[in-house]
Structures are given as structure tokens and as C-alpha cells.
């Protein structure tokens, strides 16, 4: 199979970890007998400093011609520190999610059994937790009006949902449901927001279409509390862009971190595959980060984009027998684990 690949690693850690899953696809190409190209493009923090732009077109152009997008990560500290800034790093990933149409991200929250020891919740309520979390990315609050009145003492964001965007955000978590546990939640704020209103109104609708699947909908803070009290209980989540945030990296405990976790950006037309975590500003250069959501991140990449399966399958096999074998990053070592095993970013990355 011929496949080009956009490599769009961004800032802080986002280029080392991307480097990692970089080479897990080149690894793939030559074990299985694929030819991927890989182009690279600029986003972010990197992308101001060289062009005054978080997202040039140059960039968006090469995404658009590519057959998948392997990213890494957008941020800068001094952005946290200068509310006043009128360019952002982060304005670069709203901007690709829309001119992209990625409107669907999958989030998958997989525990690998040898990672229970690394989680802050107990074992015995953690075992066997599998979540596939859909959260909304164009439509909510990050996209809707926002500013300031009365001479700048005001400010204001506005959370905003059309039909179509609930719509069909709602059909692929049904559909993703029924190849799963054939549960799905919906998560809202229905007794106190129109959107959410809407949000439930228009799920309840897509339910009809599939009786299979049986449908529960949950306040946001309820649902905060269930992951932790009780993550066995949820199968398939889908809800907005902000509690969709929120929520997955409340999730990234029951994976035993942040840097475990994988996700899919989809729409209509090229994926987008990234780690959830951020830019990591405050180990950036240390070579410590966790490469393994990037490295899953491209196993998700293989499966959705390119349908190649068993390529997939490998490259989760890889990271599991990884962690079999005792091998940590130190964000996911415990008191247990030798000193001797705990890597750094590239050579956990070539262990894999
Ligand atoms: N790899 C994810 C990333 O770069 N996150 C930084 C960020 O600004 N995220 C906001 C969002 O995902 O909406």
C-alpha cells in the first residue's frame, strides 16, 4: 500500500514523542511490505515564531494532500502568562479541526492490565475498564462568540450546538456502539443548558434508529463522578467539545496517564491522529516523555485511515509486550519498577 503522511509535531514534547511514532509507521511499512511518505508541517507556538501564523496555509495545504496527519502537540508557556495575547498556539489546532472537518474524536481509554499499579484508583474497581469516548471538536463554546463588554470588565463565550452537529456526531458513537458493548451515554448539562437541551433532544431522536444499543444520558458533574467511582460501568461516551476535554483527562487516571492515551480526530475527509496530552513545556528537552500515545496514535492511524488491521493490532501487541516486560517511562513506573527499567522517550520508543 502507497500512503503519504503529513508529520506535524508542534511544539514541546509533541516533537519528541512524534519522532517515536514516526518511526513505529516506518517500522510497519518495512515489515509489511507498504511504501509511506512522510512530509512535515508546521503548527503552533513554532509555526508564530517563523510565520506570525499558528496554522500557514502551507501547512494546511500539505494536510489536505495527505492520506493521514501523525501530530504531536500545541502550547507555549509565555501564551499562559499573557491573557492578552491576540495569537495563540492553540488557535492553530481550532483552525485545522475546522477547515478539516474533524468533527469526531475518539478517545479510547484502554487500561493495559500491567499499568494497574501505576493508576491513582484502586485495582478492584480499574480492571477491565474499556472506554470509547466521542467528543464533539467544532461546535461548543470553542467556537462560538465570544469577547468582551463594558470596557473590557466583561467577558463572554458562547455555547452553541446545531442540530447537524449533534446529529451526526450522535450516529457514529451509535454506530461505534454496536461493534462494542451496545451501550452508549450522552453526556450533558440538560438541567441547566439550551445546548445541552438540544444536545439530548437530538440523541434521543438518533436512538430510534438504533434499538440495539441502549442509551443512558448523564449530567456532566454525575458522569465525572461515575468514571472514577465506577469506569466499568461506561462502554461508549459521546458528548461536547468542552466536557469532552474535561472528561478525557479525567479518564487518563484509569489509563494510569495522560501519556498513555491515544486519540482520533475524524470528519469527511484526512484523520488527524495525536496524543491527548499537551506540549509538556515543563519536560521538554528532558527526553522523558511517554511515547506511547504517540505510538498508539499511529496504530489508530493504521486501523482507521489505512483499514490495515493486523498492521494495527501489531503495534498495540508491541506496546503491550512492552509494558509485559517490565519496561516503564517514569510517568507510569511505581515504587516496584527496577531503576534500570524506567526509559526515556526514545529508547522506550525503540523498544516497541
Ligand atoms: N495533542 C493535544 C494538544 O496539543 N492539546 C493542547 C490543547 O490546546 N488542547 C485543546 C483541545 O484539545 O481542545
Redesign the pocket.
Known amino acids: 500500500m502507497k500512503k503519504k503522511i503529513v508529520i506535524l509535531p508542534?511544539d514541546g514534547i509533541?516533537k519528541e514523542v512524534t519522532a517515536c511514532g514516526k518511526k513505529i509507521l516506518e517500522q510497519v511499512a518495512e515489515c509489511f511490505g507498504h511504501q509511506f511518505t512522510f512530509d512535515y508541517a508546521t503548527i503552533g507556538h513554532e509555526a508564530i515564531e517563523a510565520t506570525g501564523n499558528p496554522l500557514p496555509d502551507e501547512s494546511l495545504e500539505k494536510m489536505k494532500n495527505s492520506d493521514a496527519i501523525l501530530?504531536?502537540?500545541?502550547?507555549h508557556p509565555k501564551y499562559d502568562n499573557d491573557p492578552s495575547a491576540k495569537v495563540r498556539p492553540?488557535q492553530g489546532?481550532l483552525k485545522m479541526r475546522k477547515e478539516l472537518g474533524l468533527y469526531a474524536n475518539l478517545r479510547p481509554i484502554k487500561l493495559f492490565d500491567e499499568l494497574l499499579a501505576a493508576s491513582s484508583i484502586k485495582p478492584e474497581i480499574l480492571k477491565g475498564a474499556d472506554i470509547l469516548f466521542f467528543r464533539e471538536l467544532t461546535g461548543d463554546v470553542?467556537f462560538g462568540e465570544r469577547g468582551r463588554k463594558d470596557q473590557g470588565s466583561t467577558a463572554f463565550d458562547t455555547m452553541i450546538y446545531s442540530r447537524y452537529e449533534v446529529e451526526r456526531i450522535a450516529h457514529k458513537a451509535f454506530k461505534a456502539a454496536l461493534t462494542r458493548g451496545k451501550k452508549l451515554t450522552s453526556v450533558d448539562k440538560a438541567n441547566v443548558l439550551e445546548s445541552s437541551r438540544l444536545w439530548r433532544e437530538v440523541v434521543q431522536e438518533v436512538a430510534k434508529q438504533y434499538p440495539d444499543v441502549t442509551v443512558e444520558h448523564m449530567f456532566v458533574d454525575a458522569a465525572a463522578m461515575k468514571l472514577i467511582q465506577n469506569p466499568r460501568s461506561f462502554d461508549v461516551v459521546v458528548t461536547g467539545n468542552l466536557f469532552g476535554?474535561i472528561l478525557t483527562d479525567e479518564a487518563s487516571q484509569i489509563a494510569g496517564s495522560m501519556g498513555m492515551l491515544a486519540s482520533a480526530s475524524i470528519g469527511d475527509t484526512v484523520g488527524l491522529y495525536?496524543?491527548?496530552?499537551?506540549?509538556a513545556h515543563d519536560i521538554t528537552g528532558k527526553g522523558v516523555a511517554n511515547p506511547l500515545a504517540s505510538i498508539l496514535s499511529a496504530a489508530l492511524l493504521l486501523d482507521i485511515s489505512f483499514g490495515l488491521k493486523e498492521e494495527s493490532e501489531t503495534v498495540i501487541k508491541a506496546v503491550e509486550q512492552t509494558l509485559k516486560d517490565g519496561y516503564r517511562t517514569r510517568d507510569i513506573a511505581d515504587a516496584a519498577t527496577p531503576h534500570e527499567k524506567i526509559l526515556g522517550t526514545e529508547v522506550m520508543g525503540n523498544v516497541v
Open positions: 508542534g509533541g501530530f504531536g502537540a500545541v502550547g492553540e489546532l470553542y476535554d495525536e496524543p491527548i496530552h499537551g506540549s
